[in-house]
């Protein structure tokens, strides 16, 4: 990120802040708010009516309408839920559809909770197809009923054919905005057409060139348009070498050969080459973000979460993941209650055998990283996949060998043992190549199961390393030195 890249972001999250704590400022200097948010009878709009009658909510809401919504869900996101209602209560309803769907999917559902069947029409109705399709997992079932019948016939079409597709792929997506030409016609004649036009999709650095029956061909870049002669047909100046995608291709193909291509926008084509729609370095960035931070959430177990939901649906949302580390540490102890005697004989073993299992760990994790992240770039296959667990294999022997003898070293050296400190450097050696295995074969497993990889390889690598770790250490020093 460049300089002026990073001022530009740091000025924007500046803003933020600043109209966060303005909004909050406001907030505090009314004292009967509980009443008005008390009061469960009046509706969405009509309580809000009520409230911008005072001066200083109504300069509050001049500031809202003032906002990108971006910037509003953002503000949204950091207010806890009674603050976060009532100046949802604020916002223009032309405004709501998008502030919508550019909050994270648990803060959009309590925005939702707060609005009726009216609303949420109107909000949806400024919305385009693909847009809609973005929200519709949230709606209720009949107000999808109701989006539908509000829709023209190609919206409807648009609409089914975005939901239609699984989540993830290319046809999920995409957008329905673009703009095509023939390949027979001047550029001339592809000039007047888009004067008629009121606007040109965000986005669009190329026009899709296709046939009468909407065959892709190639692709007019807006900047050959610009600069060649007006009397020059489309067919001499277009590319045809075009990258396009697949509705069913997976998001995260195209995501890459974004990356590869320094794409603004591609052409999505069905099976017989007709362009069905496009995607957009917009739909790309969204998804990109939406899947790191569900990778992050993942890797700890955690789904989307409210920061201001109650404490007992936060408190759900974290128990799956805390019951398997329960199970797997209940494991690990009963591995260590195997070798009692040998602790009770030598304390020594109580004080280095965590040291066995948190090197392994770090270094699996290691492994399950570079993994994980090699995975997401198609950079394994069947052919390197045996040579790349046998690099694994060996980086842990090197680092097993230089690092367990140090440790052993400074074992020998704390608890004059040079048997105990042989037994140190065995142990780290076996549990680094443990590490290493299963942060190598468990991230190419879950894919294989077509699961997330990175979603749960953390747990199974901390589960190996600490139960065999601790076996092999006990176990190692029960045979030689109790």
């Given at each position: ?56 909510l ?15 869900a ?9 603050e ?69 016939e ?173 199970g ?14 040998s ?21 699996g994790?290691?492994?399950v ?55 140190m ?25 077509g ?32």
């Amino acid at each position: 990120m460049s300089d002026v890249e990073k001022k530009h972001t740091q000025s924007s999250i500046d803003t933020v802040r600043r109209s966060l704590e303005d909004i909050k400022a406001t907030l505090g200097k009314y004292q009967h708010i509980d009443g008005f948010l008390g009061d469960q009878v009046a509706s969405r709009r009509d309580l809000g009516d009520e409230f911008i009658q005072e001066k200083n909510l109504i300069g509050l809401q001049d500031k809202l309408d003032a906002m990108h919504p971006a910037d509003i869900a953002a503000i949204l996101e950091q207010m806890p839920l009674d603050e976060r209602l009532l100046v949802w209560k604020l916002v223009r309803s032309n405004l709501d559809g998008d502030v919508l769907l550019e909050a994270s999917d648990a803060v959009r559902q309590t925005l939702i909770a707060d609005m009726d069947v009216q609303e949420l029409l109107a909000a949806t109705e400024q919305l385009d197809a693909d847009e809609i399709a973005d929200l519709a997992p949230d709606l209720p079932e009949g107000v999808i009923a109701d989006v539908f019948r509000s829709l023209s016939e190609t919206e409807r079409l648009q609409l089914k054919a975005a939901l239609s597709y699984p989540e993830d792929t290319v046809g999920a997506l995409m957008d329905f905005e673009m703009v095509t030409v023939r390949e027979d016609v001047s550029l001339d004649v592809v000039l007047r057409y888009l004067r008629r036009l009121e606007k040109l999709p965000p986005n669009t650095d190329k026009l899709f060139v296709v046939d009468r029956r909407e065959i892709l061909k190639g692709a007019l870049s807006i900047s050959d348009l610009i600069v060649t002669s007006p009397e020059t047909k489309v067919c001499d100046v277009m590319s045809t070498a075009v990258v396009n995608f697949n509705p069913d291709q997976e998001a995260e193909s195209a995501a890459h050969a974004f990356e590869r291509y320094d794409l603004v926008s591609a052409p999505v084509v069905d099976a017989h080459n007709r362009i069905v729609g496009r995607m957009t370095i917009t739909d790309i960035v969204d998804y990109i973000r939406e899947d790191a931070e569900q990778e992050s959430l993942g890797k700890v177990g955690l789904r989307d979460e409210d920061l201001f939901s109650s404490v007992w649906k936060s408190a759900k949302n974290r128990w799956l993941w805390l019951a398997v580390n329960l199970g797997t540490a209940f494991f690990a102890s009963r591995v260590i209650g195997l070798f009692e005697d040998s602790i009770e004989q030598l304390v020594a073993l109580a004080a280095l055998m965590p040291i066995v299992a948190a090197i392994a760990g770090n270094s699996g994790n290691q492994t399950v990283t570079l993994i994980v992240r090699a995975l997401a770039f198609e950079e394994i296959n069947k052919n390197n996949a045996k040579g790349l667990l046998r690099k694994e294999l060996a980086i842990a022997l090197v680092n097993g060998v230089l690092w367990g003898s140090v440790a052993g070293f400074f074992a020998w050296l704390l608890y004059g043992n040079i048997a105990l400190g042989l037994v140190m450097l065995s142990a780290m050696l076996l549990n680094l190549i443990v590490g290493a295995a299963v942060g190598m074969l468990v991230p190419l497993f879950l894919q294989k199961m077509g699961r997330d990889p990175a979603i749960g390889s953390s747990v199974l690598l901390t589960f190996s390393t600490d139960s065999m770790g601790f076996l092999i250490f006990l176990g190692m020093a029960t045979l030689f030195l109790v």
